[in-house]
């Protein structure tokens, strides 16, 4: 029974020493480590993506699960030991996610709670993802640009600015 117990006991701390924190997204972006991962990361190339965000969680108090994704996609580059400055990463949000850059004050008055991607958002910009919505999705959604996190810039559209990353070198990721 003893030799179960401690059997027991190894494999759990394994499992969790096997779970992996921020690398670099200190709070999000949950990463495991995968000893056959089938690719390597080339650790001096630039990976350039822009994640293309528009929909939302289901409930208004959830943060948009896509943003963690975008947390867990730079966690996962850098646990492969991509340096920080070769993982470029933006992020548009639009459609029903454009809600998630409101200022809490913003949020609260439209559905009577803080905005739940606060947090999410201060720390995707430090650490170094840009962040735009378009000024379009903005008056579409009836906001206006001082209701925007002070995380995320203003673009002109969501096809203008997906064909500006595009042409230059950017991937795109859909997750929707």
Do not use: C
């Not at 089938?38 to 943003?67: C, H, W």
């Not at 993982?87 to 913003?106: C, P, Q, R």
């Amino acid at each position: 029974m003893k030799k179960v117990v401690n059997l027991l006991f190894i494999l759990s701390i394994s499992v969790v020493f096997a779970q992996r924190t921020g690398v670099i997204v200190e709070e999000y972006g949950k990463v495991y480590r995968v000893e056959n991962p089938g690719i390597e990361f080339e650790k001096d190339k630039q990976y350039k993506v822009i994640f293309d965000i528009y929909t939302d969680s289901p409930e208004l108090d959830m943060d948009n699960p896509m943003l963690k994704k975008v947390a867990r996609y730079i966690q996962i580059h850098a646990q492969k030991g991509v340096p920080p400055n070769n993982i470029k990463v933006t992020v548009l949000l639009h459609g029903v996610a454009t809600k998630n850059v409101l200022t809490d004050k913003a949020y609260n008055k439209e559905f009577s709670i803080d905005n739940p991607n606060t947090e999410l958002l201060r720390t995707l910009k430090n650490s170094g993802v840009h962040l735009f919505v378009p000024e379009d999705s903005l008056a579409d959604g009836g906001y206006a640009v001082k209701d925007k996190s002070y995380n995320v810039k203003t673009t002109m559209s969501a096809l203008a600015e997906l064909e500006w990353h595009q042409t230059n070198g950017y991937k795109i990721v859909n997750f929707n």
